[in-house]
């Protein structure tokens, strides 16, 4: 998988001789997006396919590059696998979250019969946050309470993002991304990995 991933964003690169660059004079832009994190490898079995969400600031320099700041929430459906110390049951069919902090370098490149359009190949490194719900039984009291404990670590990210570019002035950009992330933690018994497909707008100012 990560070979693959790799192999998509060198491709991207090698490509680049054959497009000219970008020539929007406009310096900063913040983006929001929308879409579907689709959890891989043994972390799909606690963690679905679910709701990703982020925002960003775009920062471009020599012309060609840029540099992305992005945070992401991800609602996520998780069931847990794995009991522990915590609790002496599993909890499953819940809501839990996913809360990224990441920075982006990328480079920007336009075809030259379609100046609309570009492509924008990218890595990443961040830090991630991983909520774990617990369901805690006090049968003294007779009192069920959940409890969610937090996984922290890093992450490191690649993707490619197509974007459009249009005439209107409240919507300057339109944009798809995809991307592979892969975390360096533990959460149950498994190494946090996904793909992300998200649609979203961009605005320069």
Do not use: H
């Not at 969610?148 to 991304?177: C, E, H, P």
Request: positive net charge; charged residues 15%; glycine residues 6%.
């Amino acid at each position: 998988m990560k070979k693959s991933c790799f192999l998509f964003f060198g491709i991207s690169i090698c490509f680049t001789p054959f497009f000219a660059l970008a020539q929007d004079t406009t310096k900063l832009y913040f983006s929001s997006s929308a879409g579907l994190l689709k959890p891989l490898s043994t972390f799909a079995k606690s963690y679905n396919t679910s709701l990703a969400l982020s925002s960003g600031i775009e920062y471009r320099f020599a012309k060609r590059y840029f540099l992305l700041g992005e945070v992401g929430l991800n609602a996520v459906k998780y069931n847990q696998q794995f009991i522990d110390k915590s609790s002496a049951y599993l909890f499953q069919n819940t809501n839990s979250s996913v809360i990224s902090l990441g920075l982006n370098v990328g480079r920007i490149i336009q075809p030259k019969p379609a100046e609309s359009f570009s492509l924008s190949p990218y890595v990443g490194i961040g830090y991630i946050n991983v909520g774990e719900p617990r369901l805690l039984v006090d049968k003294t009291s007779q009192i069920i309470r959940q409890q969610v404990k937090r996984m922290q670590g890093l992450f490191t990210k690649i993707g490619t993002r197509f974007s459009y570019k249009t005439n209107a002035k409240a919507i300057q950009n339109v944009f798809f991304d995809v991307s592979y992330w892969n975390a360096y933690l533990l959460v149950q018994q498994s190494k946090p990995q996904a793909f992300i497909f998200v649609f979203g707008t961009k605005i320069g100012f």
